[in-house]
């Protein structure tokens, strides 16, 4: 479809769900603040107003392109109506921006300098709101601007509604249900709604003070990096393509006092075989099938409160934050011959949940501090180490090897495909075939040579958990195994990822996993010959007791 904008003929497609999408696409970003390709559309804020066929203005969000339409963007009068909504919006803010967890990404801060308001003409309004820094996720409506992204994201994305409007008119804030701390509701500590909040209103909580405190305080403080973290932390520095960025953060934590820096990716491996046979013996049993995997902590908080009834059909390995942090306790401290107590460990996580899995009694003394992906690009900055220029390193021995499954784990369908992965070196397999059902859906059909199927689904996205389980449930589906992450695309865009965490930005991670996948010669879990050391040296076999007393836990809610 062609249509005219600021008097220049332009083709978009004819099926663009609005114009704000449709010129998006074409490289015309309109200013808005409530608007979300992934959500229903708001409308809200008033911001992307379009003037049309020289009459009418409109909001381009809910206007609907049609062949030949001719459309300003930016006029003077829409350039002045503008600058009006956003000095509304800022004489009720509490423009606190150097403290604030988005500065310099905040939108409204963005829409201010390009408009330059240095003054505002409507006076300052202060309102009575609420702040909660006490959980993971730290709530300050003194930020809110009202566009509702958060509610969207947490109703429409993950199904789950736990925060919303309350109040009317000026006193209106949204606020969990009964504006109790987010922990106490159905809130699964996702994120999501930090991920796609405009200005600072959702962040997460920091800890980076704790670990300068356990430097300080002499610990011997080890890291270990999670695999979707290597996929977006180049964004912040200006090295897009650089599959080498994981190995420079090994490098400079070592300079900042960390004794050893390992890889998650590697007890990936080990959840994927462990897992891998956990399935063969439920299959053999003919027990608590289909299995559904437990590392996205958002994902278990979400079947413990909603389908209490499945928890025993979650896969009793730990997450593999959980059960690196128990081996490095348990057998690691031995080896070096420090005591657990000492040992300060701290996990590099895309995730806001992953803290809040941290302080789970099942869990409890197995990691001591998770700092998200953004708090680690704090961590770096604030060094005033230029990364580019450090040399990179690889992750210390024996956590630090990882095979391609192993890295996968950062994006959706990776936990399945690494157990699909064990499965084929297991048993004969005679097809494995992949296939996407809808967006967030994919089934993979494994057939053994002794014909019998395995069928398993890769979902992303709480609120198509919800209708996948429903259909398990009611028998409209079958599936033997199930691999759930909350976030869309899996960790790659999860709730501690860099600012924005669009579509556009989670495909060019899903690129680079790939390419730093490539890059590693050993394919499946099973080639894991470090791993296999360690069966060797602690854990025996696959589902042995040593494994069941340190990698696997009881979910008891
Ligand atoms: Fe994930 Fe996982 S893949 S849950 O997304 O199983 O956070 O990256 O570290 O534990 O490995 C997150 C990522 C991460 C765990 C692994
Ligand atoms: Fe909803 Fe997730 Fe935000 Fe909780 S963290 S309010 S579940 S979007």
Excluded at 302 to 327: D, N, R, T
Aim: with cysteine; hydrophobic share 35%.
């Amino acid at each position: 479809m062609r249509i005219i904008v600021n008097g220049r003929e332009i083709e978009i497609r004819d099926d663009a769900r609005n114009v704000l999408e449709a010129l998006r696409e074409v490289g015309i970003e309109i200013p808005n603040l409530c608007y979300l390709s992934e959500t229903s559309v708001y409308g809200a804020c008033r911001m992307c107003l379009v003037e049309v066929d020289g009459r009418d203005i409109v909001t381009s969000c809910t206007l609907q392109p049609r062949e030949g339409m001719v459309i300003k963007t930016h006029t003077p009068k829409i350039y002045e109506m503008r600058k009006g909504i956003l000095q509304l919006l800022l004489a009720s803010h509490d423009g606190e921006c150097t403290t604030c967890e988005m500065n310099g990404k905040c939108k409204l801060q963005k829409y201010a300098q390009e408009f330059g308001l240095t003054t505002n003409r409507f006076e300052k309004i202060s309102k009575k709101t609420v702040t909660d820094t006490s959980s993971v996720i730290v709530r300050d409506n003194g930020k809110c601007i009202l566009c509702g992204d958060c509610v969207r994201a947490c109703d429409e994305i993950q199904g789950i509604a736990a925060i919303d409007f309350a109040y009317r008119g000026f006193e209106a804030q949204v606020v969990p249900s009964f504006e109790e701390k987010l922990e106490n509701t159905e809130c699964v500590l996702c994120g999501q709604c930090v991920a796609y909040c405009p200005t600072g209103a959702l962040a997460i909580r920091n800890d980076v003070d704790k670990v300068y405190k356990a430097i300080e305080d002499g610990k011997y403080v080890i890291g270990m990096i999670a695999p979707a973290v290597r996929a977006s932390l180049q964004e912040e520095f200006g090295l897009e393509d650089d599959v080498a960025t994981s190995g420079r953060v090994v490098s400079l934590l070592k300079m900042i006092g960390f004794k050893k820096v390992f890889d998650v990716a590697f007890a990936a491996d080990l959840v994927a075989y462990e897992e891998a046979h956990e399935f063969l013996e439920r299959v053999e049993k003919g027990e608590k099938l289909p299995q559904f995997t437990s590392c996205c902590p958002g994902w278990v908080k979400f079947a413990e409160q909603y389908y209490p009834e499945y928890i025993s059909h979650l896969s009793s390995v730990k997450s593999p934050q959980m059960a690196l942090g128990a081996i490095i306790k348990k057998f690691y401290s031995r080896e070096i011959g420090v005591d657990p107590k000492d040992i300060v460990l701290v996990s590099i996580m895309p995730c806001t949940a992953k803290k809040f899995e941290a302080e789970r009694e099942e869990f409890e003394g197995n990691v001591d501090i998770v700092l998200t992906t953004r708090e680690l690009v704090k961590v770096i900055k604030s060094t005033g180490i230029d990364i580019k220029m450090v040399d990179p390193e690889p992750f210390d021995r024996p956590y630090g090897l990882s095979s391609q499954s192993g890295l996968s784990f950062g994006k959706t369908g990776g936990v399945l495909g690494s157990v699909v992965n064990v499965i084929n070196d297991k048993m004969s397999v005679k097809s494995v075939e992949t296939k996407q059902l809808s967006e967030g859906v994919s089934l993979t059909t494994v057939e053994l040579s002794n014909g019998k199927v395995v069928k398993g689904l890769a979902v992303f996205g709480l609120g198509n958990a919800r209708k996948i389980v429903d259909a398990l449930k009611n028998g409209e589906m079958e599936a033997d195994v199930v691999e759930v992450m909350a976030c869309n695309y899996g960790c790659i865009g999860g709730g501690g990822q860099p600012y924005p965490n669009d579509v556009r930005t989670r495909a060019r991670r899903a690129k680079i996993l790939k390419e730093v996948q490539s890059i590693d010669v050993l394919i499946s879990p099973t080639e894991n010959f470090h791993m296999h050391q360690l069966y060797e040296k602690y854990l025996e076999k696959p589902l042995s007791h040593a494994s069941h007393e340190v990698i696997h836990t009881l979910y008891k809610h």
